[in-house]
């Protein structure tokens, strides 16, 4: 069975920067593609970043494109987010998600989809303080 455990989330002031990991285990993590998302107090799950099964692709959200990295490490089966610039409004529990998307197009298309994933972990929770 496919689990994935997210770790590293805490309480910092604006300005900081974090980093998440995501465990993965169950299954051959190369062979996985993985996201993070956020969850707010609405319930939602937002989009924040994705990355493909070889590492070569990555995505972004728009409210985080250009202060954050999401990478992985096949021989950890662990994939991280790093956030520079933390703000207030990046506030939230993150997620991990992991499942397999199919070949490179449909990854570009549907990565960002939180319906894509079949695999998530508990979340991480994030607080931003001004």
């Known amino acids: 069975q496919v689990q994935v455990v997210e770790s590293g989330g805490r309480e910092v002031q604006a300005g900081a920067s974090l980093r998440l990991s995501c465990v993965f285990s169950g299954s051959t993590f190369s062979r996985y593609d993985m996201a993070w998302f956020r969850q707010g107090p609405g319930g939602g799950r937002d989009f924040v970043a994705a990355?493909?099964?070889?590492?070569?692709?990555?995505k972004y959200s728009d409210s985080i494109k250009g202060r954050a990295t999401i990478s992985r490490d096949n021989a950890k089966n662990t994939v991280y987010l790093e956030i520079d610039v933390l703000k207030p409004e990046d506030t939230a529990t993150y997620i991990c998600g992991a499942d397999r998307l199919g070949n490179p197009d449909r990854w570009n298309r549907y990565a960002s989809n939180p319906l894509s994933y079949n695999t998530w972990g508990q979340g991480t929770q994030v607080t931003v303080s001004s």
């Open positions: 990355i493909d099964r070889p590492g070569s692709g990555r």
